[in-house]
């Protein structure tokens, strides 16, 4: 029976592959290099903004790393109105709360400055107000169909790829599961990639976001539905990260680093955006929605995990992402080479503090989570390796600490 629903899974999930294959996606405008958010805003005002909708949090708020935006946006005769009430795992709530807020003040553009949180609210906010929609409506692929408000972005995280995708996440208070807003109308008009934005980030919020960065590429890379461009965006995005988020880590202010981990992130999203990603981020999402736990960091937590499962379906492609990390050369065994990558993604993570167990996790709550994740997993994510209920089960025990209950 499980070999039926297998070849079932992977005839549709091939057909989703095909459907995301016809779709049209914009790619923004990308600026690179330090104080390039600077000319993001010149470029709001000369694609016509004249009231921008600044949306960030009350931390970078609070550290001053958006004065000189805000002062430049001044300086070009812009209006602003202010949003910095978005929070980590930002619910319908808060998108509603940006929504009034817009509208009220007529912003004719929206300019998101911080992480995926803050861009995914402002890729709601754009099309909500664009189109006069309650936020909810809009939850679904291909639900936002009509105009929205120019969006532009200047992230200041290394990792969700947000800043290019078409997609953003949101949190639905009651349900505590995470929803998700698809549509290629969502995708940013221009985003600025400046390594000042990202200097100031802790050195826990580095090793998760570039965990999340390195897992958007790596499954992009093992996706059955993986393309020519694909492959090239995520074998290099694999390469800078494993050439530059230790020294991120260890010395934040390491422009170069910071810049490289920038375009690594950016990669690994248009990477994955078209051809989607797999069960590490299924499993993430439903312990994220389980426990709250931050998505970079569970991600970075089940990598090696499903690495490990993983592999011996497409052991070529594993060893072709070990060449890429510079772990080997062509012609050297492919098993070889992808169990050389699988140890070295475990002992990054381990250099930069990602722990390899997660304490929140229940035993009791692990059926409920493994159906979550799989439910999410065989509905898009054409993956090498199909598992069932039983395999996804003692991935979880895997997670759970060994004096855990």
Do not use: W
Not at 78 to 95: N, R
Not at 111 to 138: E, H, N, R
Not at 199 to 218: F, K, N, R, W
Not at 237 to 264: C, H, P, V
């Amino acid at each position: 029976m499980f070999t039926l629903k297998i070849l079932v899974l992977k005839v549709f999930n091939r057909l989703v592959g095909f459907m995301l294959g016809l779709i049209k996606q914009h790619q923004p405008l990308l600026l690179v290099g330090p104080g390039c958010s600077l000319t993001l805003c010149e470029d709001i005002s000369r694609f016509g903004g004249t009231h921008v909708l600044l949306v960030t949090d009350k931390i970078l708020l609070g550290l001053g790393l958006l004065d000189p935006i805000r002062n430049k946006l001044l300086d070009l005769g812009l209006k602003i109105t202010l949003f910095s009430d978005v929070e980590p795992d930002p619910g319908f709530s808060i998108v509603r709360q940006g929504v009034a807020l817009g509208k009220r003040q007529g912003c004719d553009a929206i300019l998101a400055v911080g992480g995926g949180s803050v861009i995914d609210v402002a890729k709601v906010l754009s099309a909500a107000i664009g189109i006069d929609a309650d936020v909810k409506t809009l939850k679904g692929f291909m639900k936002v169909k009509a105009p929205v408000i120019p969006l532009y972005v200047a992230p200041t995280t290394s990792g969700t790829g947000s800043e290019v995708s078409i997609g953003a996440v949101i949190t639905d208070e009651v349900t505590h599961k995470k929803d998700g807003v698809a549509s290629p109308l969502l995708c940013p008009l221009v985003a600025a990639l400046d390594p000042e934005l990202m200097v100031g980030m802790p050195p826990s919020i580095t090793a998760a976001t570039g965990l999340d960065a390195l897992t958007h590429a790596i499954e992009a890379f093992i996706s059955r539905n993986a393309t020519a461009d694909s492959d090239r965006f995520s074998l290099v995005a694999i390469k800078l990260i494993f050439s530059n988020l230790e020294t991120a880590y260890n010395k934040g202010s390491d422009l170069d680093a910071r810049q490289s981990m920038a375009i690594a992130a950016t990669y690994a999203g248009l990477a994955f955006t078209r051809v989607l990603v797999g069960y590490v981020h299924a499993i993430s999402h439903a312990l994220g929605g389980a426990y709250g736990v931050p998505h970079g960091l569970a991600n970075g937590i089940v990598l090696p995990h499903i690495l490990r499962y993983s592999m011996s379906a497409v052991p070529e492609r594993f060893a072709e992402m070990a060449i890429a990390a510079g772990l080997g050369e062509p012609g050297e065994a492919s098993l070889i080479l992808g169990e050389r990558f699988v140890a070295a993604v475990q002992d990054l993570n381990d250099s930069i503090g990602i722990p390899r167990t997660m304490d929140a996790l229940r035993h009791e709550d692990m059926p409920a989570i493994a159906s979550v994740a799989l439910k999410e997993a065989h509905t898009v994510y054409a993956v090498p390796r199909y598992m069932s209920q039983d395999d996804c089960l003692t991935i979880l025990q895997q997670l759970k600490p060994v004096s855990a209950a």
